[in-house]
């Protein structure tokens, strides 16, 4: 079977075409035929050897990819009937340290799959799973009452504009970060208030509330520069493992995806919350899987808005 994986850790080049064993759904597994893989930061990290512990644990090639969307084509037993064979669904894939999305073909367990939205194609669902639950881990994390203010770094970005329009829809009023040239998208999104992204978004943040805001999801990791932004004894969760001293009484977390594997019921939430209209799914281009290395390569320059999805 035909997967894009890596053999040595290294740049986009590092990306080929291997071949990986035919998998059979086992008991309490759907197996899906993958349609298309969204490319994200974590896929750049395996691919480039940062993740090298976590991988090593087994052998090469190793295969990226965190978020998926296809058909199911084989049920093992024990599956309940919301899945079957011939289903439109979307996953999150976190199943290896390599994750393993970039295939034709995948085993997982039937509680991490969920129907696709309807009238979403292969590409868009791809680009919701992972984004879409890392964000509601962060909103869950944070803990805000209806009414309470969040802050958002890092809004253009996947995690960003789902954390926006996920804060709406639990009543927050939301004051996020922009280029110039991406205020009317971040508008787009739900955001309250839009103020220039930079060093001094903290600042920025202040002059709308002088107190502070009761919560922050730092999606773009700038860590201490943000904290000022935060109100005594408010909360911040940072998406790359940064966890504050407890400064000014402040709840510090940490925002991990995996934790929401198989959490059915926050991933079907995600694609009810598409076909009502309150998400939207941002594709930015597409790819063949032969053109992985030039996904990466897009995504490492920068300033994409919307996900780049590989098509099986």
Do not use: W
Request: charged letters at 25%; a negative charge.
């Amino acid at each position: 079977m035909r997967a894009i994986g890596i053999m040595e850790f290294g740049g986009p080049e590092a990306l080929e075409q291997v071949e990986v064993p035919e998998v059979h759904a086992g008991p309490g597994e759907v197996r899906i035929s993958i349609q298309a893989a969204t490319v994200n930061p974590t896929d750049v990290m395996t691919r480039n050897g940062s993740r090298a512990e976590q991988l090593k644990v087994d052998p090469a090639p190793y295969v990226p990819g965190m978020d998926i969307a296809g058909v199911v084509d084989e049920v093992g037993d024990g599956v309940d009937s919301r899945v079957k064979v011939g289903d439109a669904v979307m996953a999150m894939v976190v199943t290896k340290a390599s994750h393993c999305g970039y295939r034709e073909q995948i085993v997982l367990n039937a509680q991490s799959v969920v129907s696709a939205p309807a009238g979403a194609s292969h590409v868009e669902a791809a680009t919701l799973p992972m984004n879409g639950l890392t964000a509601r881990r962060s909103l869950d994390l944070l803990a805000l009452s209806p009414g309470q203010t969040l802050a958002v770094t890092g809004a253009a970005g996947a995690y960003g504009g789902y954390v926006i329009q996920q804060a709406k829809v639990d009543g927050l009023t939301v004051i996020a970060d922009a280029s110039e040239a991406d205020g009317a998208l971040i508008k787009s999104f739900g955001a309250d208030i839009v103020v220039r992204r930079g060093d001094d978004v903290a600042a920025r943040i202040r002059e709308h509330f002088p107190d502070g805001v009761d919560g922050l999801a730092d999606g773009a990791v700038m860590k201490e520069l943000a904290i000022p932004a935060v109100r005594d004894g408010g909360s911040f969760t940072s998406v790359r493992g940064y966890e504050g001293d407890g400064q000014r009484g402040i709840n510090f977390t940490k925002t991990f995806v995996r934790e929401y594997d198989g959490k059915t019921e926050k991933l079907d939430m995600l694609r009810q919350l598409v076909e009502d209209g309150a998400i939207t799914l941002r594709v930015a281009d597409t790819f063949t899987p032969e053109q992985a290395p030039d996904a990466h390569r897009r995504l490492e320059a920068g300033g994409t808005r919307g996900r780049l999805v590989i098509e099986f």
